[in-house]
């Protein structure tokens, strides 16, 4: 989809020389819309309480010759452009108004961040194995519960929880928030990963355009926006000096819930955790914990046990259980396409829970004493 | 008097040019040929004495003596007739037209003088279209010689058309135009044609076959219709690519086979019994002639009744399976014979058939079954990608299953097959795919072979569903088509008693 003029308007309006964030804030207060900002005569622009230079830059800028090369290279890299007036902005941005871009590259998926409930998972770069391990359970576990999960695509925790969304298989979604351009993968290392990601229907996301370079100041600033974006910020392993803490710091502000994880008092890299926890954040120990936080809030949080069993899974569960029927029969009794029938048969016919005989019929297995433990109660492990 | 003009004869798959040199020479009436010729090309003089006689010319009354080179290989075809033929009017000067040093005579002779056709000639055209000579073969065989592009050939019905042509001076060539373009095949329903209804997975499991060439097994008990679920399948099987008709059809042309159907390019379907011989299969003879195995190059090969084959049958069939090339050792020459086909396979779980079917039915022990099924199990079945169990006659399938044939292209898909790189489908994979391997792994204790084959039998299933990438939808399906009936390929059968 080609980005509305009015995207344009906005990103571009960011490389007037002089127009920071807090003016850009400001303009777009006061005009409501970026086409009026370039618009805008000197005395309205410096009514609205940005400088009379950046005003003359604003006026020395050649509009048509860098949208044209914005939409080119938006093109050619296949990144999209959308403001805050589209649909598909993320909700929580449009509350924080004060931090919020008004504008956000992207490339995948949008659309599970307005539906689904999303939690930040962050924590450092230099990050113990078990911290690692943790990330990626808790990645995991969080998108079987039907929760999207986002963070930066940084070395550590951040690539960690990546990869255990993705390892749902492509049921679960997650999105980065990268510091650079879409173009410039950073840290060169995960561009498998954002494939990745964008292959299992998650998406990538950026204020920056494609082609620019991933600048350590803006790592900081993307915090931000994970924050923003998260209706909670959990804190896997951070030392005491850490980027998750400014996370973190920035989703207080936000008053979104923010969580950790405890650590050993004598592993340092832990010590910014801990003391998270000390100043009030939720401690977490298990799934649940993050989940109870958001009772109040209008999202479908399926329970451990509904994610035990995908929902195609407990469909087929459940018809086994009535009468045998073949896998011919199953795809139209169960409403499934037949990809989706023979996945899901494969699947629990491999583990045992359902087995198919030499006539076709599908019976209950070896393990379907289980199947109703997992329907019922939850799996007592994963 | 001498003369010489240019023959051929089949050495292999290809034809070998031979010099044919005649000398009329004196002495009391005779005729005799060296150069390694065999019984028929002996007999060529009878048949050359007869036509010279029915059709008017005069056949020399003294010593004839005809020399084939090169003398290293037999010649076993009696298609040097025609150039011994002419070759003796030339000497005899009963041609007058003598410049025929760019010419290539092919073709037998009855005993009143008719050009006939014999096996070879696709050969023969591709050996005059590569040495660039001008064809003379005998005018029947006009639409496999105008299969081979821009050779220059003339027909000829009988002896004496030939040489009034030939006397009149140079001949006009016909330059062939090549195949004509393989319309799209209509492919009529395989499905309604054999009255299958329902077997919705039959149907599915065969589709998957035909787009990806995929070695496959049918177990079942008798009287289920294998046989048939092999027929559809041949149905369903794209036609052959423009440059795998040349290919196929000089394969026919060598044996004797009509290469009509060839040339519309409909693909190899070779059945042959249980009975076969070995080199019935691999081929065989001097110089060889291709087997079983090389008639189905590029199409498919059916063996009914899998564990009635000879062990020996069984043991050559690894081979071209994995290296899609038979090669025969004869003295010092080496023929390699191409043997590309997809192999398909039925056979009855146990000797009397009802094994795990109809186990009430079933009398045979542990033991027996494992005797009948051994020369099947390990490394052939090794090589079968797909397997099915069929349990019931599939006419009689309830009508449940009311949705009919997938709606793919088998063709389009394919191509897409044959596009993608089989050592990087894993770059294929999504996650969820890794993910269900890596369960089949840890429960199924999957061999590297099998992955392989798995995965490969999932790149052809996401093809067919138009997918760039595997799914563990894709694997998850090709995995129901690879479980089945793998107690009777992979040798893990149990008395029925006992299960
Ligand atoms: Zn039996």
């Given at each position: 989809m080609p980005p509305s003029p009015e995207a344009i308007s906005l990103a571009l309006l960011m490389e007037v020389p002089g127009v920071g964030p807090l003016s850009f804030r400001r303009l777009l207060t006061h005009f409501g819309s970026a086409g009026k900002v370039w618009a805008a005569s000197r005395q309205e622009w410096c009514q609205a309480g940005a400088t009379p230079a950046a005003w003359e830059a604003k006026e020395a800028f050649d509009y048509t010759a860098a949208a044209g090369k914005l939409r080119a290279e938006l093109e050619e890299t296949g990144v999209s452009l959308i403001s805050w007036k589209d649909p598909l902005f993320p909700p929580n941005l449009l509350h924080l108004p004060a931090v919020a871009p008004g504008f956000l590259y992207y490339k995948g998926d949008l659309r599970p961040l307005q539906e689904k409930l999303t939690v930040a998972v962050v924590g450092t770069r230099r990050a113990t194995q078990e911290g690692l391990n943790l990330a990626a359970r808790f990645g995991l576990e969080l998108?079987?519960?039907?929760?999207?999960?986002?963070?930066?695509?940084?070395?550590?925790?951040?690539?960690?929880?990546?990869?255990?969304a993705l390892k749902a298989g492509g049921r679960g979604y997650t999105a980065a928030v990268l510091g650079g351009g879409l173009a410039r993968i950073y840290p060169p290392e995960h561009g498998k990963l954002a494939r990745e990601i964008l292959r299992s229907g998650g998406a990538l996301i950026s204020e920056y355009r494609p082609s620019h370079p991933p600048l350590a100041p803006q790592f900081k600033a993307r915090n931000?926006?994970?924050?923003?974006?998260?209706?909670?910020?959990?804190?896997?392993?951070?030392?005491?000096?850490?980027?998750?803490l400014l996370t973190a710091g920035y989703g207080l502000e936000a008053g979104k819930e923010v969580f950790a994880l405890p650590g050993s008092l004598a592993n340092p890299n832990w010590t910014g955790s801990n003391n998270l926890l000390k100043a009030g954040a939720k401690l977490v120990t298990e799934l649940d914990d993050i989940l109870s936080e958001f009772q109040h809030l209008p999202f479908e949080v399926p329970s451990l046990a509904d994610a035990f069993f995908s929902a195609s899974e407990r469909k087929i569960l459940a018809a086994v259980a009535e009468k045998p029927c073949s896998l011919e029969d199953l795809p139209a009794l169960v409403g499934l396409s037949w990809g989706e029938a023979a996945y899901t048969v494969s699947n629990l016919q491999v583990k045992k829970y359902i087995s198919v005989n030499s006539e076709g019929r599908i019976l209950p297995g070896p393990l379907w004493s289980r199947v109703n433990l997992g329907l019922q109660k939850g799996p007592t492990s994963l | 008097m001498y003369a010489s003009v240019w023959g051929c004869a089949l050495d292999g798959l290809s034809a070998q040019l031979v010099k044919v040199e005649v000398d009329v020479g004196r002495g009391l009436p005779a005729f005799e040929?060296?150069?390694?010729?065999?019984?028929?090309?002996?007999?060529?003089?009878?048949?050359?004495?007869?036509?010279?006689?029915?059709?008017?010319?005069?056949?020399?009354?003294?010593?004839v003596t005809v020399n084939l080179a090169?003398?290293?290989?037999?010649?076993?075809?009696?298609?040097?007739?025609?150039?011994?033929?002419?070759?003796?009017?030339?000497?005899?000067?009963?041609?007058?037209?003598?410049?025929?040093?760019?010419?290539?005579?092919?073709?037998?002779?009855?005993?009143?003088?008719?050009?006939?056709?014999?096996?070879?000639?696709?050969?023969?055209?591709?050996?005059?279209?590569?040495?660039?000579?001008?064809?003379?073969?005998?005018?029947?065989?006009?639409?496999?010689?105008?299969?081979?592009?821009?050779?220059?050939?003339?027909?000829?019905?009988?002896?004496?058309?030939?040489?009034?042509?030939?006397?009149?001076?140079?001949?006009?060539?016909?330059?062939?135009?090549?195949l004509r373009k393989v319309g799209v095949f209509?492919?009529?329903?395989?499905?309604?044609?054999?009255?299958?209804?329902?077997?919705?997975?039959?149907?599915?499991?065969?589709?998957?076959?035909?787009?990806?060439?995929?070695?496959?097994?049918?177990?079942?008990?008798?009287?289920?219709?294998?046989?048939?679920?092999?027929?559809?399948?041949?149905?369903?099987?794209?036609?052959?690519?423009?440059?795998e008709i040349l290919e196929v059809a000089r394969i026919y042309s060598a044996v004797g086979l009509e290469v009509k159907a060839v040339l519309k390019g409909e693909p190899p379907f070779r059945a042959p019994h249980h009975t076969v011989t070995l080199t019935g299969l691999l081929g065989g003879g001097l110089p060889p002639k291709p087997g079983e195995m090389t008639l189905a190059h590029k199409g498919l090969l059916f063996l009914d009744e899998l564990p009635e084959f000879s062990r020996k049958a069984l043991a050559v069939l690894r081979e071209p399976l994995e290296s899609k090339v038979i090669r025969l050792s004869r003295g010092n020459k080496c023929y390699y014979f191409p043997s590309d086909f997809?192999?398909?396979?039925?056979f009855n779980p146990c000797p009397c058939g009802f094994h795990r079917f109809q186990p009430e039915k079933c009398r045979c022990t542990y033991r027996e079954i494992n005797a009948y099924l051994r020369p099947v199990i390990g490394p052939l079945a090794d090589r079968i990608h797909l397997r099915l169990?069929?349990?019931?006659?599939?006419?009689?399938?309830?009508?449940?299953?009311?949705?009919?044939?997938?709606?793919v292209s088998i063709e389009a898909a394919r191509a897409e097959v044959e596009n993608r790189d089989q050592a990087r489908l894993e770059s294929r994979l999504v996650q969820e795919g890794r993910h269900f391997l890596r369960l089949l792994f840890?429960?199924?204790?999957?061999?590297?072979?099998?992955?392989?084959?798995?995965?490969?039998?999932?790149?052809?299933?996401?093809?067919?569903?138009?997918?760039?990438?595997?799914?563990?939808?894709h694997l998850g399906e090709a995995w129901q088509y690879r479980w089945q009936a793998a107690e009777y390929l992979e040798g893990a059968v149990e008395d029925a008693a006992l299960s």
């Open positions: 998108v079987q519960a039907g929760v999207a999960v986002i963070s930066g695509l940084a070395r550590g925790i951040d690539g960690a929880a990546h990869r255990g931000r926006i994970i924050a923003g974006i998260a209706h909670g910020v959990l804190v896997v392993e951070a030392p005491k000096k850490s980027g998750a | 040929v060296v150069g390694l010729p065999n019984r028929t090309v002996k007999e060529s003089r009878d048949r050359i004495r007869s036509a010279f006689r029915n059709t008017g010319f005069q056949f020399p009354p003294t010593r090169p003398a290293d290989f037999p010649k076993t075809s009696s298609t040097l007739d025609l150039p011994i033929a002419v070759a003796i009017l030339l000497a005899t000067d009963q041609i007058n037209w003598t410049d025929l040093g760019d010419c290539l005579f092919w073709g037998e002779l009855s005993l009143d003088g008719q050009i006939q056709s014999c096996r070879g000639i696709i050969n023969a055209a591709l050996l005059a279209g590569k040495e660039g000579m001008s064809l003379i073969y005998p005018k029947s065989d006009r639409p496999a010689v105008e299969s081979v592009s821009g050779l220059s050939a003339q027909g000829f019905a009988d002896l004496s058309e030939l040489v009034s042509v030939f006397n009149q001076g140079k001949p006009k060539w016909r330059i062939s135009k090549g209509q492919i009529p329903d395989p499905w309604q044609q054999l009255k299958i209804s329902g077997g919705l997975l039959a149907k599915r499991f065969l589709t998957v076959a035909a787009a990806g060439r995929h070695n496959l097994a049918l177990v079942g008990p008798p009287g289920v219709g294998k046989t048939m679920l092999v027929q559809a399948l041949k149905e369903l099987l794209p036609p052959l690519r423009q440059a997809q192999l398909a396979c039925a169990a069929v349990a019931r006659p599939l006419w009689e399938e309830q009508a449940s299953s009311r949705r009919e044939a997938f709606p840890k429960e199924e204790q999957l061999s590297a072979r099998a992955y392989y084959q798995l995965l490969s039998v999932a790149s052809t299933i996401s093809a067919l569903e138009g997918s760039e990438l595997i799914s563990g939808e």
